[in-house]
T-cell receptor, first 114, second 111 residues
């Protein structure tokens, strides 16, 4: 158990809908990262927050947004969902968001868009 | 670009040793991680290298050559439970904590 929690574990929804994925980092970690993993793309970095501020951005779609709250939990919002958004979404956290910090991954949310 | 290359699949025998290689672009390099991932589960941290040389951790070791843009993960005394995907991930300068992952090497351990 990494200490990172994610809810829900599974999510099934329809195209065009909007969903929110939630992540709580390990106790004391200030950085949260979101990754998407699909069969054909591997593990892709989406976005990083450090202590409430956006720190780094990957190829995150405009339909996707995220935020980190004062209690350091984070939410990833996915809107206008398409079939291709079906994937595993992982959250990871690390200590101070600096270069040497190891990222520890949560169990993931499996999203299925029908 | 920031491509990371690793073999797609490898097969080895229980009790043997296997080496999984990873190559990456050297410019701006700032650390390399190895993760293990079983199907449908979260990646779990195995090792971190930022300086040249070998880091040993029980049955697992990881090596780095920064000048060559090359790393390998060495797994000794293979067990059936080591069957998993092994992910090489690199961090580059000035990109926060962002990790770029390779596609992963699917290791099958046979009896």
């Amino acid at each position: 158990d990494s200490g990172v929690t994610q809810t829900p574990k599974h999510l099934i929804t329809a195209t065009g809908q909007r969903v929110t994925l939630r992540c709580s980092p390990r106790s004391g970690d200030l950085s949260v990262y979101w990754y998407q993993q699909s069969l054909d793309q591997g593990l892709q970095f989406l976005i990083q927050y450090y202590n409430g501020e956006e720190r780094a951005k990957g190829n995150i779609l405009e339909r996707f947004s995220a935020q980190q709250f004062p209690d350091l939990h984070s939410e990833l919002n996915l809107s206008s969902l398409e079939l291709g958004d079906s994937a595993l979404y992982f959250c990871a956290s690390s200590g101070r968001g600096t270069w040497t910090e190891t990222q520890y991954f949560g169990p993931g949310t499996r999203l299925l868009v029908l | 670009g920031q491509n990371i290359d690793q073999p797609t699949e490898m097969t080895a025998t229980e009790g043997a040793i296997v080496q999984i290689n990873c190559t990456y672009q050297t410019s701006g390099f700032n650390g390399l991680f190895w993760y293990q991932q079983h199907a449908g589960e979260a990646p779990t941290f195995l090792s971190y290298n930022v300086l040249d040389g070998l880091e040993e951790k029980g049955r697992f070791s990881s090596f780095l050559s920064r000048s060559k843009g090359y790393s390998y993960l060495l797994l000794k005394e293979l067990q059936m439970k080591d069957s998993a995907s092994y992910l090489c991930a690199v961090r580059w300068d000035n990109q926060g904590g962002k990790l770029i992952f390779g596609q992963g090497t699917e290791l099958s351990v046979k009896p």
